[in-house]
């Protein structure tokens, strides 16, 4: 004789299965993406804060040329405000989240933090990116 099949097992095998299948189908992790600058035609990748302290971060990258073209790159899918912090070589702040990049006029060695948010309006992860960037008089 057959043991019947209680309706509770199968309808919580169901429920596991959309569950799985939803987290696969809606995403469950964040897309992340990369910051990079270009300068004079030659493209640097900023290094992102979460794998380094900053002291690490800075001494990890290299000092990208100030050039008059510069341009920040995101490759990925952002959310918000892209906001800029801007310091000098000796960590002193010239000014924090701006929605623009502006390197002084004066010669010098700058760290810029980049913050933003990837992903979209339902869900987003918040990511942080340094670089530094050489000023030279002239």
Sequence with gaps: MRKPIRLFSVVSVLIIMFCFAGCSMFGSSITKGKV????GGVTFDAVALDDYSVESAIASSVSIPYNSDMLIQL???????????L????GSECYSNKTQLEIPEREGVYHC???LNWGDETKSSAKSYIFSI???AG
């Excluded at 490759?75 to 912090?85: H, P």
Aim: proline share 0%.
């Design 36 to 39: 990079s600058v270009v300068s």
């Design 75 to 85: 490759e990925g899918t952002s959310y918000g405000e892209v906001y800029y912090s």
């Design 87 to 90: 310091y000098d070589s000796d």
């Design 113 to 115: 933090i980049v913050s």
């Design 134 to 136: 050489s000023r030279k």
